[in-house]
């Protein structure tokens, strides 16, 4: 079965959407010049403590807070790590809230000769596209692009005869199916395919998601909870991919009658979840269907991240980059925080040399960060 990949860009933001065959979003990568994507990435760092408590290394990465490393991970040739020291090291989780990035010293690059900044990055983290790619695995995909500003881009990665035009196939709707995917993405709600829906709620502690049978319209049948569970364990596994849900995830499912049952949805439950990538381990579900659900953090969830200014102001220059040409002024309503980007990013001369028309940006303190609005002059 194909899977649909859209590509997404502008000079300062990357968009790369994953689609099933059933036309669900799979995954959702961004690269954007605020928040560089660092995982993977080659760090030559230097270390700025030591604990010998804790048997790490703290080192500075080049950003706000120093990464962890663990001393354990330091091959032999390195020797005795000192404070001051410079150190190759592997960003294996990017910096999360107030806890900084998690590292790993088993490298293979080498320090490059000459004069270096420490801290810099050696190797930069997978782009994207990459990431997706990935992600889709050894499963066939079409890669879609707005328009054929793009086609080279993309080309550095798939085959050209896997490189489509969407303007050039009126039937797709990726274009439409994004927008709508990702204004569900944050929630707090997801609908179930077939009936019922999941409410997913988060605290600093876990994730609670919440198997609602509430919608389902065959609710008498006989085997209708057992069917609803089955149905919401591929959306609880679809959703842990999609928004990146880490920690500890705790989700009520229907109660099933008989221990029998039970242990059916237990093994369906742990099947379903063969297929993530993220290390993880599926708890025993409890008589009254509680399941806990631990899984690798691997950053800020996509629920966080699509409510952030850089996110939010990086959307509306993809939307307005989809068209090819434009009439009259483009005029933005957003929130404060999103309109300072947008100014710094559309100045008079970029957005006529990118757009061909100018962009009034207004500030709206009544908007929240993720609502905003573009208008035409006529």
Not at 66 to 84: A, H, I, M, N, S
Not at 233 to 252: K, P, Q, Y
Request: proline letters at 4%; one cysteine or more; glycine letters at 6%.
């Amino acid at each position: 079965m194909m899977y649909d990949m859209l590509y997404e860009s502008c000079i300062w933001h990357s968009r790369v959407a994953l689609f099933d065959p059933e036309g669900r979003l799979v995954s959702v990568h961004y690269d954007d010049v605020l928040r560089p994507f660092l995982d993977d990435a080659v760090v030559l760092g230097r270390v700025r403590s030591i604990s010998k408590g804790l048997d790490a290394a703290f080192v500075d990465i080049g950003h706000s807070l120093d990464g962890f490393l663990p001393l354990k991970t330091v091959q032999k040739e390195v020797g005795k790590v000192v404070e001051g020291q410079e150190i190759m090291v592997r960003i294996t989780r990017a910096p999360i809230g107030e806890k900084g990035a998690k590292l790993d010293a088993r490298v293979l690059t080498r320090r490059p000769e000459g004069a270096v900044h420490v801290p810099s990055i050696i190797t930069p983290a997978p782009a994207a596209i990459s990431r997706s790619l990935r992600d889709a695995g050894d499963k066939p995909v079409r890669v879609w692009i707005v328009d054929n500003r793009f086609r080279q881009e993309v080309a550095h990665y798939v085959r050209e005869e896997n490189i489509f035009e969407l303007s050039k196939y009126p039937d797709m709707e990726l274009l439409e199916k994004i927008d709508e995917q990702l204004d569900q993405a944050g929630g707090p709600e997801f609908v179930l395919p077939g009936g019922g829906a999941l409410h997913i709620e988060m605290t600093k502690a876990l994730t609670s998601i919440d198997v609602d049978s509430s919608r389902t319209p065959d609710g008498s049948s006989k085997n209708f909870r057992y069917d609803l569970n089955k149905r919401a364990a591929h959306e609880v596994f679809r959703l842990c991919t999609l928004l990146e849900l880490g920690g500890s995830i705790l989700v009520d499912f229907l109660n099933l009658s008989s221990e029998r049952e039970r242990l059916d949805f237990q093994a369906y439950l742990d099947e379903v979840f063969t297929y993530d990538m993220i290390e993880h381990e599926v708890m025993p579900i409890s008589r009254s269907g509680l399941v806990e659900i631990v899984r690798q953090r691997v950053g800020e969830n996509l629920m966080t991240r699509l409510k952030w200014p850089m996110y939010v102001a990086g959307d509306i220059l993809l939307k307005l980059w989809r068209a090819p040409s434009y009439r009259g002024k483009i005029r933005i309503d957003a929130n404060p925080d999103v309109a300072k980007i947008l100014r710094e990013r559309l100045t008079h001369d970029q957005a006529l040399a990118y757009l061909g028309v100018e962009v009034d940006v207004r500030e709206r303190n009544e908007l929240n960060t993720e609502n905003f609005r573009i208008s035409f002059a006529a």
